[in-house]
């Protein structure tokens, strides 16, 4: 059967008229490339998709999903957030595409090609995503590529926009017609640039001017930071936290950073690595980050560098019904990667994602962001770039389907998510779908230079924490061995930093 009688019943992302002010933020933050926030994923398939039926999908899906015709029409001055417009030019045929690997048709040859297609900017001046139908994957197999812009929608609101061309059955019909949509109607320029204008001086009339001031204080002077930070109310004085946190990423081994990217992937079984975290006492996330923890600790061993802890960002949902297409919070936190029993990193984690998420449910994301769009943007992109340095990795986790799906004929066999790096050395998203965890390790080359070895460990620290999990263990060493990091936890080296703003790493959630 077609999946589309369960759209109505899937809580789809509200798609405002104008950006959130953080997602303002990371359109304007886009002017540095280091902090892209395209995200995508790769999609493998038992064979070839229907192309001409999948494109017919797809020109459904943009009649269903109104943003997916619309296009970004900047304000005046960089004042405020930017505004969804009608793209009177929209071709479908710009933004579904069809493409053949090259024999041999390998898993590498897949994973670098889309690595080059997610990392190649968007025209800005068109609807931001498209979808690459891939033929010629050995097997006899297909995929698909999808890439998407962050102010579009962030990873679960994506899961949700799929629900438009993914069905239950290999040979379900297609969806009844919808009706064409209307043309985009002529505007006057002049009058669209009043308005624009009008609405971004309310933007910016929502501060109060004492404010800016304070932050503008800050920017000449860092100096100015602590002594501001007890005069100021709540919200300035979580951003000017953030600005003033400007210590180094902590890994010898990843300094550097570029613009070069590679694409590694991992699966592990949903239902062991499910029983192990609940064993341990946590969540599937806990699980999720304290393997890429090991796993980085131990990368770091290998090369001959090893390191106490690093620092990383974590991306936490916070998307209810009202929500709308971008949901989610971030936290950074210091987590243990010195050579240690797998489950008292465990307990260690489980008690910093714990802060973490409290912590994000009380962050002012939105007022925060407002304040940043109050600034120039060559002050943000700075701002933002020595953030991101502060970042050695980020984790997200993304929940999918639980059972077998299709795209156009071809059943899902792999579900690789892409998230972006925005700084980092590299990020690691986390996908379930039907009985596996499919993980897609986005990698800054210049900074991991062994990416394989790292996709390697990542392999050996999940299976790790399956087995560990697995072995009896007495309630007295449980005890022990969690206030022994409550303890840890409560040192000031070791406090979470809860991050306000969005510009580290854009996950899929």
């Known amino acids: 059967m077609s999946i589309d009688p369960l759209i109505a019943d899937a809580q789809m992302p509200r798609f405002d008229s104008r950006m959130s002010d953080a997602e303002g933020l990371m359109w304007r933050l886009e002017k540095d490339p280091f902090l892209n926030s395209t995200f995508g994923n790769v999609t493998v398939l038992d064979r070839p998709l229907n192309f001409a039926a999948f494109k017919q999908r797809i020109e459904r899906a943009t009649i269903a999903v109104p943003r997916l015709r619309q296009k970004v029409r900047p304000t005046p001055a960089a004042l405020g957030a930017p505004k969804w417009i009608d793209d009177p030019e929209f071709n479908i045929d710009y933004h579904v595409r069809r493409i053949c690997l090259p024999e041999p048709g390998s898993l590498r040859q897949l994973l670098d090609l889309a690595t080059l297609i997610v990392n190649d900017p968007f025209e800005r001046t068109r609807p931001l995503w498209q979808f690459f139908a891939v033929d010629g994957l050995v097997g006899g197999r297909g995929a698909l590529i999808i890439k998407l812009h962050h102010t579009v929608a962030d990873g679960q609101g994506g899961v949700l926009l799929s629900l438009q061309f993914i069905d239950l059955d290999r040979n379900a019909p297609l969806p009844p017609p919808m009706p064409a949509p209307l ?21 910016a009339l929502r501060v109060p001017l004492g404010l800016l001031r304070q932050v503008r204080n800050v920017l000449a002077d860092p100096a100015n930071i602590p002594a501001l930070a007890t005069q100021a109310n709540d919200s300035l004085r979580g951003l000017l936290a953030q600005m003033g946190e400007v210590d180094p990423a902590r890994s010898p081994l990843w300094k550097r950073r570029s613009l070069q990217r590679r694409l590694e992937v991992a699966r592990v079984p949903y239902r062991e690595m499910m029983d192990a975290s609940r064993a341990l006492g946590g969540k599937l996330n806990t699980a999720f980050v304290t393997a890429i923890a090991d796993a980085a600790g131990a990368y770091h061993r290998k090369l001959g560098a090893p390191v106490e802890s690093l620092r990383t960002s974590i991306a936490i949902s ?24 797998i489950t008292e990193r465990f307990s260690a984690i489980n008690e910093a994602l714990s802060q973490a998420r409290d912590g994000a449910k009380t962050a002012s994301l939105d007022t925060l962001a407002t304040l940043s769009a109050n600034l120039p943007t060559s002050v943000l992109t700075r701002i933002a770039r020595t953030q991101s340095q502060s970042i050695d990795f980020a984790t997200s986790n993304v929940r999918s389907g639980g ?86 936890f409560s040192r000031p080296k070791w406090s979470v930093l809860t991050s306000r703003l969005k510009w580290w790493s854009r996950p899929s959630r």
Not at 183 to 203: G, H, K, Q
Not at 323 to 341: E, I, Y
Not at 426 to 446: C, E, V
């Open 183 to 203: 043309a985009p109607e002529p505007s006057i320029e002049s009058d669209d640039t009043v308005d624009l204008l009008r609405s971004s001086m309310s933007d």
């Open 403 to 488: 059972v077998k799906l299709y795209i156009a004929g071809g059943l899902i066999t792999e579900n690789y998510p892409v998230g972006p790096l925005g700084g980092v050395a590299f990020n690691a998203t986390l996908l379930s779908y039907n009985g596996s965890l499919d993980i897609g390790i986005h990698i800054d080359s210049a900074a991991v230079e062994q990416p394989e070895l790292l996709r390697e460990e990542v392999e050996r620290s999940l299976n790790k924490l399956i087995y560990a999990a697995a072995q009896p263990a007495s309630p007295a060493q449980t005890g022990n061995s969690r206030a022994k990091w409550r303890e840890v």
């Open 318 to 341: 916070t998307r209810t019904e009202s929500s709308g297409s971008n949901a989610f919070s971030l936290a950074k936190l210091l987590v243990p990667t010195n050579d240690m029993p």
